[in-house]
Nanobody, 123 residues
Framework: QVQLQESGPGLVEPSQTFSLTCTVS??????????WIWIRQPPGKGLEWIGY???????YVSPSLKSRASISRDTSKNQFSLHLRSVTPEDTAVYYC???????????????WGKGTLVTVSS
């Protein structure tokens, strides 16, 4: 059974940078055809897809966040991370990591999710 666990700061001051790490167990982040996703949900709003890092190749970040966000991985620790800079209160959200299967461009959906971690941006 694959498990994902987010970790990171709970409170961040505006204009600062924070990083979240997703630790994966029960499966490798380099396993073929899996994409490792970051998603967030601001309070009272819907889910917002942030980006992914694939099992092989470069990460991709949503155009709306591309100027401030990046995604990286540490294969030795079986972790991938989200880095978000110049944060504002609008970045306050529950942040989730998830796994998505994708073969030849066809998605099989996000089958495993972390429980989510709340990041609050406030002074």
């Amino acid at each position: 059974q694959v498990q994902l666990q987010e970790s990171g700061p709970g409170l961040v001051e505006p204009s600062q940078t924070f990083s979240l790490t997703c630790t994966v167990s029960g499966g490798s982040i380099t396993s073929n055809y899996y994409y490792w996703i970051w998603i967030r949900q601001p309070p009272g709003k819907g889910l917002e897809w942030i980006g992914y890092i694939p099992y092989l190749g470069s990460p991709y970040v949503s155009p709306s966040l591309k100027s401030r966000a990046s995604i990286s991985r540490d294969t030795s620790k079986n972790q991938f991370s989200l880095h978000l800079r110049s944060v504002t209160p609008e970045d306050t959200a529950v942040y989730y990591c998830a796994r998505e299967g994708k073969v030849a461009g066809a998605s099989s959906g996000m089958d495993f999710w972390g429980k989510g971690t709340l990041v609050t941006v406030s002074s």
